[in-house]
């Protein structure tokens, strides 16, 4: 029989007509029902830490402000991308720092990475090198800390032994030693007979980022900004894909500050410099294509994404207003998974936190990528983590097909609202900068430092009060883990190594004519000016260090007053120092421990048991979770048997005023120094539960890190 019900393949689909359309109000109105009396605007709207109010579902009338929503990618004002064809013609730069302290050792896996994807070296120096101090100068714990010891021409040389600079990018996070650093960069192309017009990267130049890390500069601000002029103008005319400035938000984004502000602040940042670089002569059309932006994304997926679209939108206004072309307008973007939101504790997470970051950055439109490894936080990172942190960019690429498609997200829009959003209030903010005497004026007062603070807090509040989860800290908490090992952080030895290693570089020719006319072009920088990066390349030819470099660079020169940094936090810190200070009560031999004292069948019990099992695994705690009792005497008992030092009643609100009297003093008779804790916070029944002996109430509006530590050391467990 035949089957007058299927449509014929001839009919079109019509479901516009056959289905009527839903209106924002019907589908408002059928959400209201189904909350049975709760507000709408309480339990559907999200407030951001950035002051934006997120709606549940969004619609096209929510686009009647965006001013951007008809541009193309390729097109000004960039909030798509600057690539007409994204990434089709040329795919991010997979930019993994490359862990290292010896040359030989950095150069070896460096080698490895390229090898294995890797088509930008993201080079972090120690604190020595940043600062600008030879090994043999500095002083105990800065050589080989967390980055690569470069102190003569000979260790940069063997650090990129073998390595192509014309095919593969060069990242140099060098703090504030970026000119002698360029210097011997330049000295070794010389060297190598390599065209400094194929060298791309970035010699990042930044002063202003480390005044917000550190507090203070080595050298004064204006001559910072001198060399800058400098480097920019010799940049531009010898090695014109060799970037010069890198403006950081990891400052920002890392002590716990908005997207807003990390936007606001990094856009002042790099305003700040152009105002500079123009006072001394260079035009901005000179001196924005030498900038580059290094964005901190986190795992607010949609916010970040909106961040990255709304910096080249800014970028590109802000360059227009000052003249600047078309091509002067573009950003180069770069983007490193954030620190503040990974762990110790259940550290592998973080491989998930990465990926989500990471594909943020590249559906943001990233020029260059740095995935930090799941373990960065915890220890330097070893070869797998590492592996696995480029990998998963890679996959990213070529198992995703990321960089098949062109701003994924453009047209969203949920998307284009956030985008304009977090646009429109970051300009306003850094309109306030501005109105402050910019962002230097506002640091010496101290009012970006604490506003981010001030979110901060928020935050932190946020993650003690377990309103903002992380897994495996204060949600999903595995007590039994056992920790990473930690690599030894003793870099005594190495520090040793590489102080006899330069004074005997420096020692080596003392006396002869190639020591002589190293010291005659030292004379020659010392008394440079106009040309000084000129002549610090040709001393760096003639065998001077770094720190040499350096100290002729500043000899004229002495720090500006310091300022307040920022404090560089992680959100899991404070519930990651109980769980250590229940692990060290542990090693001595008594883990503290909870008994959950359920009253009751399964049904009346259960939901406040699990909660309390879930909320007290979070310090490491031992936790009995008992079977329910009827018969309150017998409950106590095992309780008070369990050597539990705090007992946490769980039943109902119903049953708790004729069980909780009965319940404390059952345990008080046999254990008075126990603490009786009960699950819920009946507010009617306070006084009386406390009147009646209970200790402590355990509930979800609790401020866990606060309300534990103060348990812990009730029981002489302190942090």
């Given at each position: 029989?035949?089957?007058?019900?299927?449509?014929?393949?001839?009919?079109?689909l019509r479901l516009r007509e056959e289905f009527p359309a839903t209106t924002y109000e019907q589908w408002k109105k059928t959400v209201e029902a189904e909350l049975k009396g709760a507000p709408f605007d309480k339990k559907l709207l999200t407030k951001t830490y950035e002051g934006i109010t997120l709606q549940p579902i969004y619609?096209?009338?929510?686009?009647?402000?965006?001013?951007?929503?008809?541009?193309?990618?390729?097109?000004?004002?960039?909030?798509?991308?600057?690539?007409?064809?994204?990434?089709?013609?040329?795919?991010?730069d997979v930019s993994q720092e490359i862990v290292g302290a010896c040359p030989s050792e950095f150069n070896a896996v460096a080698r490895a990475a390229i090898s294995r994807g890797l088509t930008a070296i993201n080079l972090v120096v120690d604190q020595a090198t940043r600062k600008g101090v030879d090994p043999d100068k500095a002083l105990t714990g800065g050589v080989g800390e967390r980055g690569?010891?470069?102190?003569?021409?000979?260790?940069?040389?063997?650090?990129?032994?073998?390595?192509?600079?014309?095919?593969?990018?060069?990242?140099?996070?060098?703090?504030?030693?970026?000119?002698?650093?360029?210097?011997?960069?330049?000295?070794?192309?010389?060297?190598?007979?390599?065209?400094?017009?194929?060298?791309?990267?970035?010699?990042?130049?930044?002063?202003?980022?480390?005044?917000?890390?550190?507090?203070?500069?080595?050298?004064?601000?204006?001559?910072?900004?001198?060399?800058?002029?400098?480097?920019?103008?010799?940049?531009?005319?010898?090695?014109?894909?060799?970037?010069?400035?890198?403006?950081?938000?990891?400052?920002?984004?890392?002590?716990?500050?908005?997207?807003?502000?990390?936007?606001?602040?990094?856009?002042a940042t790099a305003v700040e410099y152009l105002r500079e670089m123009n006072r001394r002569g260079l035009d901005v059309n000179l001196a924005a294509p030498r900038i580059r932006f290094a964005m901190t994304v986190g795992s607010n997926f949609f916010m970040?994404?909106?961040?990255?679209?709304?910096?080249?939108?800014?970028?590109?206004?802000?360059?227009?207003?000052?003249?600047?072309?078309?091509?002067?307008?573009?950003?180069?973007?770069?983007?490193?998974?954030?620190?503040?939101n990974k762990t110790v504790l259940d550290p592998y997470v973080n491989l998930l936190r990465t990926t989500v970051e990471a594909f943020a950055g590249a559906m943001g439109g990233c020029d260059s990528l740095q995935v930090g490894a799941f373990d960065e936080v915890i220890r330097t990172p070893d070869e797998l983590s590492q592996r696995l942190?480029?990998?998963?960019?890679?996959?990213?690429?070529?198992?995703?097909?990321?960089?098949?498609?062109?701003?994924?997200?453009?047209?969203?829009?949920?998307?284009?609202?956030?985008?304009?959003?977090?646009?429109?209030?970051?300009?306003?903010?850094?309109?306030?900068?501005e109105k402050r005497g910019g962002i230097v004026k506002a640091l010496r007062e101290g009012f970006p430092q604490a506003e981010v603070a001030k979110v901060a807090v928020e935050k932190l509040k946020s993650v003690a009060q377990r309103r903002d989860v992380i897994v495996g800290i204060n949600q999903y908490a595995n007590p039994k883990e056992k920790p990473l090992a930690r690599n030894s952080a003793d870099t005594t030895v190495f520090e040793r190594q590489r102080h006899d290693q330069v004074k005997a570089y420096r020692t080596a020719g003392a006396g002869g004519h190639e020591h002589y006319t190293m010291l005659k072009k030292l004379e020659i920088l010392l008394k440079a000016d106009k040309n000084a990066f000129d002549a610090c390349v040709e001393a760096a030819e003639a065998g001077a260090t770094l720190g040499e470099l350096t100290r002729c660079l500043r000899a004229k020169d002495k720090p500006d007053a310091p300022i307040t940094p920022v404090i560089l936090r992680r959100a899991a810190m404070e519930v990651e120092k109980l769980r250590a200070a229940v692990d060290a009560a542990a090693a001595r031999g008594a883990r503290p421990k909870v008994y959950?004292?359920?009253?009751?069948?399964?049904?009346?019990?259960?939901?406040?048991?699990?909660?309390?099992?879930?909320?007290?695994?979070?310090?490491?705690?031992?936790?009995?979770?008992?079977?329910g009792g009827n018969v309150v005497e017998e409950v106590a008992k095992k309780a008070v048997e369990s050597k539990a030092q705090f007992i946490v009643l769980c039943s109902t609100d119903e049953t708790y005023p004729a069980l909780v009297p009965e319940f404390v003093k059952a345990v008080k008779t046999l254990a008075p120094e126990r603490l009786v804790i009960l699950a819920g916070y009946p507010a009617e029944q306070i006084e009386a539960h406390k009147n009646a002996g209970v200790d402590e109430f355990v509930h979800v509006r609790v401020n866990a890190v606060e309300f534990l530590a103060n348990l812990l050391n009730k029981i002489g467990v302190t942090l």
């Open positions: 029989m035949q089957n007058t019900s299927v449509r014929s393949q001839d009919v079109p619609c096209q009338k929510d686009l009647t402000q965006v001013a951007h929503l008809n541009s193309f990618p390729g097109f000004a004002p960039y909030v798509r991308g600057d690539k007409a064809a994204g990434y089709l013609t040329k795919s991010w690569l010891s470069v102190a003569t021409l000979d260790d940069l040389d063997k650090a990129l032994d073998g390595i192509d600079l014309s095919k593969v990018a060069l990242f140099v996070r060098s703090g504030a030693a970026a000119i002698p650093f360029a210097a011997l960069l330049a000295a070794l192309c010389k060297k190598r007979n390599i065209n400094l017009a194929e060298v791309r990267g970035c010699i990042e130049m930044n002063p202003i980022g480390v005044m917000v890390l550190e507090g203070q500069l080595p050298h004064s601000l204006n001559s910072g900004y001198d060399k800058m002029a400098q480097f920019m103008t010799w940049a531009s005319t010898h090695a014109p894909r060799l970037q010069t400035v890198c403006v950081h938000s990891r400052s920002w984004h890392e002590a716990g500050g908005s997207a807003v502000q990390e936007l606001a602040f990094t856009l970040e994404i909106a961040k990255l679209r709304a910096t080249r939108m800014l970028w590109a206004q802000v360059i227009a207003a000052l003249g600047g072309s078309a091509e002067a307008q573009k950003l180069a973007l770069h983007v490193r998974t954030a620190q503040w942190a480029c990998n998963t960019q890679i996959i990213l690429q070529k198992e995703c097909d990321l960089d098949k498609v062109m701003d994924p997200t453009g047209g969203a829009w949920y998307v284009e609202h956030l985008t304009d959003q977090v646009a429109r209030l970051a300009w306003a903010l850094f309109q306030d900068i959950l004292a359920n009253m009751g069948p399964l049904a009346q019990h259960k939901a406040r048991a699990d909660f309390c099992r879930g909320f007290f695994a979070i310090a490491g705690m031992e936790i009995v979770y008992a079977a």
